[in-house]
């Protein structure tokens, strides 16, 4: 390209030869480069620190018995924090029940009618309540539940749970509703479906992908939840499922006394067992916090690597056809 | 064309004003009216976009739509299976009569006008499920449950839209794997699934590669002994191959931009002696 006369202008322009100034512009690009990389390196590095050093103190006392023994009395070696897992898993399914259905139906009404005052506020009290403090959810826990029914409860300590799943769920339910496109739904109602029909049949379905993910990292903000868990929750060291179940058909008691003493009775959480046990002065107690640590980020890791994989496979199926 | 010298494309986007002593032909002497629009006119919020469009759509022809970019062909369109209710802020003026019933009279079941107005798209829109539910969402939509009978319904549906010999034995694969051309036959099948009285067709090739487009207007041609076609198309030369009768609408001024309806008739004699002189700038593509 040299040489270029503007035919408006009538006036050549200056001949412009597009090595000018090559060595500039390559030295600031390999500075800036380096710049940006290290700077990405170095926000990388807290990650990798906590994991690798999580791993390495609870890495020693990992063990099989770890996952399914009850814990042992203070100073006998030993014992494990099965009740935790149990406690973990009745709580997160507890929060996904009464998080997931209001949060889907939710976020279909603010996807369908956004400049509506109920579609408005589904928005903004989803932003706001996200950025409510866990540890404030969990006194609401508390007022609302706890005191009037007069003892902790794993059911308290879902509703808090609950409470700090929702947002997450709406917004990416939300956001997945969006992407489905338009024609979907005209073919569908095109055909002569109702709308809540082509929302049943085509674009819930065709959002489920992304649906699953937002439930899942929802899920996974709630598994390290704490604060909610202390008024509500409260711990149990001596909760066990498979022994309130054997216990309750052997005396007979009926299928409504078992779930009230599956989930009414206080129940301790992995992260909350973590933060007891991280204050107690014996070492045993200091090992199985480490240990601890290292479930929680491990499932925690996994959640969300698998949630983003799988929704980035199936999504570019769909649409890079 | 009325004569074959190499025409100029005009500088200017002529206008166009409907004389009040020449009506349009809207009744075809001798056929059976399936659609009956009736000084329709469409507006979006403020903005007029049809103006006062009467005519009659022949039973078991096709009906081409033809026009510049812009002057409401699809919008007329979409009125016909009230899929512009969709859109907020829309209101209509007169009547659209579909076999006899206004549809937009009040208390008009939707589900209904829409079960007996198929439509297929520009872009296919297959959804994302097999094949074998893509043409049996609309059955049991209206209650077919019986896996024998869908079975009938799918086989029939994909044999009328060309596409059963290549897909019987993969009808559990997902509609979204075909190819382009097979994506669009099976958004026919799926809209003759449900056994419409007419069939809207809005650009159904403008998507499409000339071998897909032409099994597309053949297959347009087998249908139009069952069914009534109406099809929206910026291409001319399809218009004129493959329709019976030809509308052509045209916004009226550059500042109002309604969409008016110039003339109609049968598509050879629009396309060979139109009687306006907008029309035969349009077909000899001085404009468009």
Same mark, same amino acid.
């Given at each position: 390209?040299?040489?270029?006369?503007?035919a408006?202008?009538?006036?050549?322009?200056?001949?412009?030869h597009?090595?000018?100034g090559?060595?500039?512009?390559?030295?600031?690009?390999?500075?800036?480069?380096?710049?940006?990389?290290?700077?990405?390196?170095?926000?990388?590095?807290?990650?990798?620190?906590?994991?690798?050093?999580?791993?390495?103190?609870?890495?020693?006392?990992?063990?099989?018995?770890?996952?399914a023994?009850?814990?042992?009395?203070?100073?006998?070696?030993g014992?494990?924090?099965?009740?935790?897992?149990?406690?973990?898993?009745?709580?997160?399914?507890?929060?996904?029940?009464?998080?997931?259905?209001?949060?889907?139906?939710?976020?279909?009404?603010?996807?369908?009618?956004?400049?509506?005052?109920?579609?408005?506020?589904?928005?903004?009290?989803?932003?706001?309540?996200?950025?409510?403090?866990?540890?404030?959810?969990?006194?609401?826990?508390?007022?609302?539940?706890?005191?009037?029914?007069?003892?902790?409860?794993? &059911?308290?300590?879902?509703?808090?749970?609950?409470?700090?799943?929702?947002?997450?769920?709406?917004?990416?339910?939300?956001?997945?509703?969006?992407?489905?496109?338009?024609?979907l739904?005209?073919?569908?109602?095109?055909?002569?479906?109702?709308?809540?029909?082509?929302?049943?049949s085509?674009? &819930?379905?065709?959002?489920?992908?992304?649906?699953?993910t937002?439930? &899942?990292?929802?899920?996974?903000?709630?598994?390290?939840?704490?604060?909610?868990?202390?008024?509500?929750?409260?711990?149990?060291?001596?909760?066990?499922?498979?022994?309130?179940?054997?216990?309750?058909?052997?005396?007979?008691?009926?299928?409504?006394?078992?779930?009230?003493?599956?989930?009414?009775?206080?129940?301790?959480?992995?992260?909350?067992?973590?933060?007891?046990?991280?204050?107690?002065?014996?070492?045993?107690?200091?090992?199985?916090?480490w240990?601890?640590?290292?479930?929680?980020?491990?499932?925690?890791?996994?959640?969300?690597?698998?949630?983003?994989?799988?929704?980035?496979?199936?999504?570019?199926?769909?649409?890079?056809? | 064309?009325?004569?074959?010298?190499?025409?100029?494309?005009?500088?200017?986007?002529?206008?166009?004003?409907s004389?009040?002593?020449?009506?349009?032909?809207?009744?075809?002497?001798?056929?059976?009216?399936?659609?009956?629009?009736?000084?329709?006119?469409?507006?979006?919020?403020?903005?007029?976009?049809?103006?006062?469009?009467?005519?009659?759509?022949?039973?078991?022809?096709?009906?081409?739509?033809?026009?510049?970019?812009?002057?409401?062909?699809?919008?007329?369109?979409?009125?016909?299976?009230?899929?512009?209710?969709?859109?907020?802020?829309?209101?209509?003026?007169?009547? =659209?009569f579909?076999?006899?019933?206004?549809?937009?009279?009040?208390?008009?079941?939707?589900?209904?006008?829409?079960?007996?107005?198929?439509?297929?798209?520009?872009?296919?829109?297959?959804?994302?499920?097999?094949?074998?539910?893509?043409?049996?969402?609309?059955?049991?939509?209206?209650?077919?449950?019986?896996r024998?009978?869908?079975?009938?319904?799918?086989?029939?549906?994909?044999?009328?839209?060309?596409?059963?010999d290549?897909?019987?034995?993969?009808?559990?694969?997902?509609?979204?794997?075909?190819?382009?051309?097979?994506?669009?036959?099976?958004?026919?099948?799926?809209?003759?699934a449900?056994?419409?009285?007419?069939?809207?067709?809005?650009?159904?090739?403008?998507?499409?590669?000339?071998?897909?487009?032409?099994?597309?207007?053949e297959?347009?041609?087998?249908?139009?002994?069952?069914?009534?076609?109406?099809?929206?198309?910026?291409?001319?030369?399809?218009?004129?191959?493959?329709?019976?009768?030809?509308?052509?609408?045209?916004?009226?001024?550059?500042?109002?931009r309604?969409?008016?309806?110039?003339?109609?008739?049968?598509?050879?004699? =629009?396309?060979?002696n139109?009687?306006?002189?907008?029309t035969?700038?349009?077909?000899?593509?001085?404009?468009?």
């Open positions: 390209m040299t040489g270029y006369t503007s408006h202008l009538g006036q050549a322009v200056k001949p412009y597009s090595t000018d090559y060595t500039l512009r390559k030295v600031t690009n390999i500075v800036m480069l380096t710049i940006t990389g290290l700077l990405t390196a170095l926000a990388l590095v807290p990650l990798f620190w906590i994991i690798g050093y999580v791993i390495y103190k609870g890495g020693q006392y990992i063990s099989l018995d770890f996952f023994q009850m814990p042992r009395p203070l100073g006998v070696v014992g494990g924090v099965l009740h935790a897992i149990e406690g973990t898993l009745i709580l997160t399914f507890l929060g996904g029940i009464f998080a997931i259905p209001p949060g889907i139906l939710a976020a279909i009404y603010a996807a369908y009618r956004p400049n509506t005052p109920l579609g408005t506020a589904v928005r903004f009290g989803t932003d706001v309540l996200s950025g409510v403090p866990s540890i404030v959810i969990g006194l609401f826990g508390y007022a609302l539940i706890v005191k009037n029914q007069g003892h902790y409860s794993a &059911l308290a300590g879902g509703i808090a749970l609950a409470i700090i799943m929702f947002p997450t769920i709406v917004r990416t339910t939300e956001e997945m509703i969006k992407l489905v496109p338009q024609s739904r005209e073919g569908s109602l095109a055909l002569g479906a109702p709308e809540w029909k082509t929302t049943v085509v674009v &819930l379905p065709a959002a489920a992908n992304g649906i699953v937002g439930i &899942l990292l929802g899920l996974a903000r709630a598994f390290g939840e704490t604060a909610p868990l202390l008024f509500t929750a409260l711990g149990n060291e001596n909760y066990e499922i498979g022994k309130i179940i054997h216990s309750g058909i052997a005396s007979h008691q009926g299928l409504l006394v078992i779930f009230n003493r599956i989930f009414e009775q206080p129940v301790d959480s992995l992260p909350l067992t973590l933060w007891k046990y991280a204050q107690q002065p014996y070492p045993e107690r200091i090992n199985q916090a240990a601890t640590a290292l479930v929680l980020m491990v499932i925690i890791l996994v959640i969300n690597i698998v949630a983003r994989v799988w929704v980035y496979y199936r999504t570019s199926h769909l649409q890079g056809k | 064309m009325s004569d074959n010298k190499p025409t100029k494309p005009l500088e200017v986007q002529p206008s166009f004003q004389d009040p002593a020449q009506p349009p032909t809207t009744i075809l002497a001798g056929e059976e009216a399936k659609v009956n629009i009736r000084d329709f006119s469409f507006y979006y919020g403020k903005f007029k976009a049809l103006g006062n469009i009467t005519l009659t759509v022949p039973a078991n022809k096709i009906t081409a739509i033809i026009g510049p970019s812009g002057c409401g062909k699809s919008t007329l369109l979409r009125s016909l299976n009230r899929m512009n209710d969709l859109v907020p802020n829309t209101h209509i003026e007169g009547e =659209i579909l076999g006899g019933q206004n549809i937009y009279a009040p208390g008009v079941d939707i589900v209904d006008v829409r079960r007996r107005t198929g439509m297929v798209f520009q872009r296919p829109n297959p959804f994302p499920k097999s094949i074998y539910d893509n043409v049996a969402y609309g059955p049991r939509l209206y209650g077919v449950h019986r024998t009978e869908l079975d009938a319904i799918v086989e029939r549906s994909l044999e009328q839209a060309a596409l059963w290549e897909v019987n034995d993969k009808l559990n694969q997902s509609g979204m794997a075909l190819s382009g051309g097979q994506q669009q036959r099976l958004c026919i099948a799926r809209a003759l449900v056994q419409p009285e007419i069939i809207l067709m809005d650009e159904p090739a403008s998507a499409l590669d000339p071998v897909a487009t032409l099994k597309i207007e297959l347009m041609q087998d249908l139009k002994s069952t069914y009534t076609i109406v099809i929206v198309t910026h291409n001319m030369q399809q218009a004129a191959r493959v329709s019976d009768y030809t509308a052509f609408l045209m916004i009226d001024s550059p500042q109002t309604i969409g008016t309806l110039v003339e109609y008739g049968a598509t050879t004699q =629009i396309f060979t139109p009687k306006h002189k907008q035969e700038d349009y077909v000899t593509g001085r404009f468009g």
